[in-house]
């Protein structure tokens, strides 16, 4: 568990050594609320908000600061510690007819 006032930091470092196929989970105390943060290739990141909202960012990596502040503040509104999780996709990518490309990304249950 991570404080978050060190979270933007910390998801910086960790990304810089992230493998294509791995994505960072951000989750509440209570497992609730998510914001996952994949590489896609190394031009450009997936960040999926799943909580409050839910929506999907197709962003290059020197725009994750900005957006995952808002994120923080959005989702994880209260939290002081937060799960950070570095999990593996066995699952592609998969180009939507938007040509947008999403991760599936299985639920845990």
Excluded: C, W
């Amino acid at each position: 568990m991570i404080d978050k006032t060190k979270i933007i930091d910390t998801v910086h470092e960790r990304l810089k050594k992230l493998p294509l196929g791995r994505y960072l989970d951000l989750k509440t105390y209570k497992r609730n609320r998510s914001i996952i943060i994949a590489k896609i290739n190394e031009e450009d990141l997936l960040v999926i908000e799943n909580g409050y909202f839910k929506e999907r960012f197709r962003i290059k990596p020197e725009k994750l600061k900005r957006l995952l502040s808002t994120l923080v503040k959005r989702e994880l509104p209260r939290s002081h510690k937060i799960r950070l999780y570095i999990k593996e996709t066995r699952l592609p990518l998969i180009f939507d007819m938007e040509g947008v490309f999403t991760m599936v990304i299985p639920t845990e249950q």
